[in-house]
C-alpha cells in the first residue's frame, strides 16, 4: 500500500509539473513568430506601402497595404500562428487576382512588429487595422479573411464592425476547444490564457460567413467549422468542405478556387 501511494504521489507530483510547464510556456506552444531585420525590404509582385501602427501600450504593428487602385475594396488578411508578412507573397497574388486592395499585419512579435503578446492586445491590434480601413475605404467595401489562427482575430473583429464578409479558412471553434483536441489530459479550461471564442463571436455577425477547411486537417479538425457553422445564425453562410486537403495550401484544390470566386466575385 505505501508502494502504491508513493506512485500515485509521483504521478500526482509529474503531473502538476507538466501543467506548470504548460501554463508558464502556452506562448511558445500557441505562437510560432517568425522574426525580420528592420531593414529588410519586402518584395511583392504588386505595387504596395509598408506602414505601421502604433499602439496605446507601446506596441509597434508592421503591416503592408498592397494597392490594386480596386473599385471592389479590400481584404483585411489576418495569418496563421506562424511565419510573417514574408512569406504571405501567395496570399497577395491570390487576392490581387480577384481585383482587391490588401491589408494585412503582423501580430506582435512576428517579423518586425514588437509589443508584449497577449489575446486583449491582438485585438486591440486588429482594431486599429480597421480603423485604417475605414480611413481608406467605406465599411462596405471591407472584407475581413482569417486564416488558422487568424480566424478567431478576424470572427472577433468581424463581430464588433459591419464588414461586407467573413471569410475563415480552417477556422477553430475555439482555442480552448482546440487546446483540449491537443492535449486532452490536460486541464485547459484551467490553464488557457488565451481563449480566442470564435464560437461566440460568429453568434454576433451581420455579413455574410464563407468557410473553408480541408477533411484531412490534421492540425485543426475539420469538425471544428461544422460546429463553428452551425453556430453561425441565418442562412447567409456558406461552408466549402474541400476533399482530400489538409490544413496548408487550400489555394490548391478546385472547391476553394471556386469558393472564392463565390466570396471574392
Keep these: 500500500m505505501k508502494r502504491l501511494k508513493k506512485i500515485l504521489l509521483l504521478i500526482g507530483i509529474l503531473y502538476i509539473g507538466i501543467a506548470a510547464l504548460a501554463y508558464f510556456n502556452q506562448e511558445k506552444l500557441v505562437f510560432m513568430p517568425s522574426k525580420m531585420p528592420m531593414n529588410h525590404v519586402y ?13 496605446p501600450d507601446g506596441g509597434k504593428i508592421n503591416a503592408i497595404h498592397i494597392k490594386n487602385n480596386s473599385t471592389k475594396g479590400v481584404v483585411l488578411y489576418f495569418h496563421g500562428n506562424a511565419g510573417n508578412l514574408s512569406h504571405l507573397g501567395h496570399v497577395a497574388n491570390m487576392i490581387s487576382k480577384k481585383e482587391y486592395d490588401i491589408i494585412m499585419i ?27 480601413a475605414l480611413d481608406n475605404y467605406s465599411e462596405d467595401k471591407i472584407v475581413v479573411y482569417g486564416r488558422s489562427f487568424g480566424t ?29 483536441h491537443r492535449f486532452p489530459f490536460l486541464p485547459i479550461d484551467w490553464l488557457s490564457k488565451f481563449r480566442f471564442p470564435s464560437n461566440e463571436y460568429v453568434k454576433n455577425l451581420s455579413c455574410p460567413v464563407y468557410i473553408f ?8 479538425p475539420f469538425s471544428s467549422s461544422k460546429k463553428l457553422y452551425e453556430e453561425i445564425n441565418g442562412t447567409n453562410k456558406m461552408f466549402f468542405a474541400i476533399e482530400n486537403a489538409g490544413h496548408n495550401y487550400l489555394q490548391d484544390y478546385e472547391t476553394f478556387k471556386q469558393g472564392l470566386s463565390n466570396a471574392l466575385p
Design 152 to 180: 478567431g482575430v478576424a470572427s472577433a473583429l468581424a463581430s464588433k464592425n459591419k464588414p461586407c464578409k467573413l471569410i475563415l479558412e480552417s477556422p477553430f471553434y475555439s482555442a480552448v476547444s482546440l487546446g483540449k
Design 106 to 132: 503582423d501580430y506582435r512579435t512576428f517579423g518586425k512588429s514588437s509589443g508584449t503578446l497577449t489575446e486583449e492586445a491582438i485585438y486591440a491590434d486588429s482594431d486599429l487595422v480597421y480603423t485604417y
Design 213 to 220: 477547411h480541408g477533411k484531412e486537417d490534421r492540425v485543426i
Design 43 to 55: 518584395d511583392f509582385c504588386q505595387p504596395f506601402e509598408e506602414f505601421w501602427l502604433n499602439a
